[in-house]
């Protein structure tokens, strides 16, 4: 019979690992401005202009290439919003599309609370954003649920009650 030989091969089993960038399963919801320019895809900046509503609220915006300044009905953003809360719920949509300081917003809100105002101003900055570059800030601000108008209203008093569900006190003598 013949000598059969084995040669063993060793296996590299060092294999490297990149930790640094983007994996592909990640939560974050839209690349950083850096990443971007990496992907070669670079936010366009046009003006634009759009509607965004909120319970009673109707804000009518419009966005223009800029250094970042509010005109909220003649004012500052930290004057006619005083609560940081408010100044951040709005200017969610510059950040998730990594465009912070790019454009100036001037904004007409008429109707609602405050609360609604900033609701309205969000949904109308979103959806000028949207409407400015299409491919490169939709899916981030769809993905973080920036252009979902939200429907809840306050719900109409009915005949016979209080409030709108809200039913007299019963008696029974």
């Known amino acids: 019979m ?11 089993t060092e294999v490297p690992i990149d930790t640094e960038g983007p994996v592909a399963y990640t939560s974050e919801t839209n690349p950083a401005p850096e990443q971007r320019a990496e992907q070669g895809r670079v936010a366009v900046i046009n003006p634009a202009g759009a509607t965004g509503r909120r319970k009673e609220a109707v ?69 000028c954003l949207n409407a400015a570059d299409l491919e490169a800030n939709r899916p981030g601000l769809k993905k973080a649920g920036l252009l979902t108008r939200d429907a809840r209203i306050k719900e109409r008093k009915k005949a016979g009650l209080k409030k709108a569900r809200k039913a007299p006190q019963y008696s029974k003598r």
């Open 59 to 127: 804000a009518r915006v419009r966005i223009v290439p800029g250094t970042g300044k509010w005109k909220i009905n003649g004012k500052d953003l930290d004057v006619y919003f005083p609560n940081k809360v408010h100044q951040q719920h709005v200017n969610e949509p510059f950040v998730v599309a990594g465009l912070e300081g790019s454009y100036d917003v001037i904004a007409r809100i008429n109707g609602g609370g405050i609360t609604g105002q900033a609701g309205a101003l969000q949904l109308g900055v979103a959806r």
């Open 2 to 12: 013949s000598d059969i030989t084995t040669e063993t091969e060793e296996l590299d």
